[in-house]
């Protein structure tokens, strides 16, 4: 994935060169984030039950 060069130094040195990227559920774009942030995202995620749709409904 190319990234435009004004970011990414900044990407690198937050992240360590490790990100994830996921597509956008309400936009067509993708969302790039640094593994740390990514993390956090993951964990409140996971704490919502699958079971009640609007906790799947992710919003950025």
Avoid: N
Wanted: proline share 8%.
């Amino acid at each position: 994935m190319a990234v435009p060069a004004r970011y990414r130094d900044q990407l690198i040195g937050k992240s360590q060169e490790q990100m994830v990227c996921t597509i956008c559920l309400h936009q067509p774009r993708l969302l790039l984030y640094t593994l740390p942030e990514w993390k956090i995202i993951e964990k409140s995620c996971l704490a919502y039950p699958a079971w009640i749709p609007s906790s799947v409904a992710f919003s950025d």
